[in-house]
């Protein structure tokens, strides 16, 4: 059984890695920077292109939504969106994620469902790695795993290119419980309007 489903969609329709080099104000998300330090669990959302994405995430929002609507298709009305996507940044000599896991080990609900959307090509060691396996990836497509449950993360990107990705996870309404747990990535506690979002 795959670990996980591939999806595309028309990035002339939803520009979403157009849209993110603007708000980064880059002309390649590729050319990004090495870094000169692993990032940790702690460190890996704590960059300037981090800040420059959440800070202007209302010029991105739009696009987002669109591609939530695109990849669930009719399943759109039954499920919560995670209201702002995690943004990635895997930079050469670096990590994108600190740690590997399973998002259930942070207080995600089992019945979530990761969306993994690159922004650049993915491959190699700069990219997501699912049950110990790397998932290589172009800008179009969207991965969907079992991310609450599914052992994932990262190695040192040792490639040519830093990757630039962002993710976002959705949840049965029927499946949906209040939570206080916060996110590790936001400090948001998984409810609906804090965490999740109707799409």
Do not use: C
Request: aromatic residues 12%.
């Amino acid at each position: 059984m795959a670990a996980f489903t591939r999806l595309h969609y028309d990035v002339e329709k939803i520009p979403l890695g157009d849209l993110v080099r603007e708000v980064l104000a880059v002309d390649d998300l590729e050319g990004l920077a090495a870094s000169d330090r692993v990032a940790t669990r702690e460190t890996d959302q704590s960059t300037d292109y981090h800040k420059r994405f959440y800070e202007a995430f209302e010029a991105i929002e739009p696009a987002y939504r669109e591609l939530a609507r695109t990849v669930l298709g009719a399943d759109a009305e039954r499920h919560y969106i995670q209201r702002v996507p995690t943004f990635r940044v895997h930079l050469r000599n670096s990590l994108a994620v600190g740690d590997w896991h399973r998002d259930s080990d942070f207080g995600h609900d089992p019945s979530e469902v990761n969306y993994w959307v690159p922004l650049t090509r993915a491959y190699g060691n700069n990219t997501v790695w699912i049950d110990k396996e790397p998932v290589h990836a172009e800008y179009g497509d969207v991965i969907v795993f079992d991310g609450a449950n599914s052992w994932h993360g990262n190695v040192v990107n040792d490639t040519d290119i830093s990757r630039v990705s962002m993710d976002f996870r959705t949840i049965p309404r029927d499946k949906y419980r209040p939570n206080d747990k916060k996110s590790v990535s936001f400090g948001m506690p998984f409810l609906l309007g804090e965490y999740w979002d109707v799409l």
